[in-house]
């Protein structure tokens, strides 16, 4: 058996850009395989491209992560390869424009719980079927909620509504699966210098208003938010699940 086909494998849903992106790059850096799952099949293979070398195995499936069957496709290929997976980070979301939930339309509702919410319960459903059918023993799923994942904000319902389901979902995991060894635990992200926020950190007086509101006046790096996450799924952190942990430079604690 080739070095290639004993490294610990690492699934990160929106794994090419962001906080997927340097979750990715931590993992590589580990010694990890990491398989990206992301809806963008440029961003995807350019990461893959950028990042593939003689010492990082990582590869790219496009992957609609609102659509169940493909999903389920990709662990199912998996399971035909004998092929484990022990980490699962979910990173893929959105963060859908400030409005007055009058103002929601029905289909920007359905879009922001479906990518959110359901394409993470989508990914931990598969990471578990495929866990159970190899009798895995070990594994840790990190789930990338927010800090509107415990509180809420005005002109966020979809948000907010998304990210408290998003924690919820993941202490059942941990509860559920603590006798197989698999942990669950999500964590919180304040503002962070993503593609995501472009943006709204492109707008002064939002800026000017959450910098007021963090202790440590600045935002994060994704490089901050990846490197939480590897420790959550790595063995220091053997006895922590169905936790919640914000990384937001104090903002909950204000």
Same mark, same amino acid.
Request: proline content about 3%.
């Given at each position: 058996?080739?070095?290639?086909?004993?490294?610990?494998? !690492?699934?990160?849903? #929106?794994?090419?850009?962001?906080?997927?992106?340097?979750?990715?790059?931590?993992?590589?850096?580990? #010694?990890?395989?990491?398989?990206?799952?992301?809806?963008?099949?440029?961003?995807?293979?350019?990461?893959? &491209?950028?990042?593939?070398?003689?010492?990082?195995?990582?590869?790219?499936?496009?992957?609609?992560?609102?659509?169940? !069957?493909?999903?389920?496709?990709?662990?199912?290929?998996?399971? !035909?390869?004998?092929?484990?997976?022990?980490?699962?980070?979910?990173?893929?979301?959105?963060?859908?424009?400030?409005?007055?939930?009058?103002?929601?339309?029905?289909?920007?509702?359905?879009?922001?719980?479906?990518?959110?919410?359901?394409?993470?319960?989508?990914?931990?459903?598969?990471?578990?079927?495929?866990?159970?059918?190899?009798?895995?023993?070990? #594994?840790?799923?990190?789930?990338?909620?927010?800090?509107?994942?415990?509180?809420?904000?005005?002109?966020?319902?979809?948000?907010?509504?998304?990210?408290?389901?998003?924690?919820?979902?993941?202490?059942?995991?941990?509860? +559920?699966?603590?006798?197989? &060894?698999?942990?669950? &635990?999500?964590?919180?992200?304040?503002?962070? +210098?993503?593609?995501?926020?472009?943006?709204?950190?492109? +707008?002064?007086?939002?800026?000017?208003?959450?910098?007021?509101?963090?202790?440590?006046?600045?935002?994060?790096?994704?490089?901050?938010?990846?490197?939480?996450?590897?420790?959550? !799924?790595?063995?220091?952190?053997?006895?922590?699940?169905?936790?919640?942990?914000?990384? +937001?430079?104090?903002?909950?604690?204000?």
């Amino acid at each position: 058996m080739s070095d290639k086909a004993i490294q610990p494998l !690492a699934i990160i849903t #929106g794994g090419a850009s962001g906080i997927g992106l340097s979750s990715t790059q931590r993992f590589l850096k580990e #010694g990890y395989e990491v398989l990206i799952l992301d809806a963008n099949k440029e961003t995807g293979q350019a990461s893959v &491209n950028n990042l593939k070398s003689a010492t990082c195995n990582v590869n790219f499936a496009y992957c609609d992560i609102t659509n169940h !069957a493909q999903v389920e496709e990709i662990f199912a290929d998996l399971l !035909a390869h004998n092929r484990p997976a022990q980490v699962l980070v979910n990173c893929a979301g959105i963060s859908p424009a400030l409005n007055p939930l009058h103002q929601y339309s029905v289909d920007e509702w359905h879009r922001t719980i479906n990518i959110n919410l359901h394409g993470t319960f989508y990914a931990c459903r598969e990471f578990l079927k495929l866990a159970t059918a190899l009798k895995i023993n070990e #594994g840790a799923i990190v789930n990338v909620a927010s800090i509107m994942g415990v509180r809420a904000s005005a002109a966020q319902a979809s948000y907010a509504a998304s990210k408290h389901a998003v924690v919820g979902l993941t202490k059942s995991i941990a509860q +559920d699966y603590a006798t197989m &060894n698999i942990r669950a &635990n999500a964590i919180g992200p304040g503002v962070i +210098d993503t593609p995501m926020n472009t943006e709204l950190m492109k +707008d002064e007086n939002i800026m000017q208003y959450m910098l007021q509101r963090i202790p440590m006046n600045r935002v994060a790096t994704s490089d901050e938010v990846a490197n939480l996450i590897y420790f959550l !799924a790595s063995s220091e952190a053997s006895y922590i699940t169905g936790s919640y942990h914000p990384i +937001d430079g104090g903002y909950l604690a204000s």
